[in-house]
């Protein structure tokens, strides 16, 4: 048998929670709170997991969260992500590299592929070589477009 479990901050009621819960707009914090007013209105860990559809130690785990940061301990964590593969400044030296366009006598084309600005990238930024949509991406991203028109 677990030892029961135990919410020690009290700057909040259970009824003050289901009120906090009812403004909230993050649906998965608005069912660990509830979970948590049930806990303090001394429902049984198997009974509040039940209702709340998770494990016991997923109970568990929210009343520590809680207990450590309150209602904002509760909110749901996103992951930030991977990292872009080029920086702000970098980006923006792309931006005037397609502006300014292709060196006929330095690139030996009139107008930049997304194949080409690949090439350059991976010299000119030493990043891993991407895919020509990849590309295609972080253009649309800079606002500009993959195509160009022609030169006279």
Request: proline residues 5%; positive net charge; glycine residues 4%.
């Amino acid at each position: 048998m677990g030892s029961p479990l135990t919410v020690t901050r009290d700057a909040h009621t259970a009824e003050d929670l289901r009120h906090i819960a009812s403004n909230l707009k993050d649906a998965r914090q608005v069912r660990r709170v509830q979970a948590i007013s049930l806990v303090m209105d001394g429902w049984s860990r198997a009974k509040v997991a039940a209702f709340a559809c998770v494990d016991r130690q997923t109970l568990r785990d929210w009343v520590e969260r809680y207990n450590e940061c309150g209602v904002a301990g509760l909110a749901t964590l996103t992951s930030p992500g991977r990292p872009r593969l080029l920086t702000p400044n970098q980006a923006e030296e792309l931006r005037q590299v397609v502006i300014n366009g292709p060196d006929l006598n330095k690139d030996g084309v009139v107008r930049s592929r997304c194949v080409d600005l690949v090439k350059q990238a991976a010299v000119r930024f030493c990043v891993r070589e991407v895919h020509p949509s990849t590309m295609a991406k972080w253009l649309r991203r800079l606002r500009l477009t993959k195509m160009t028109a022609r030169p006279f």
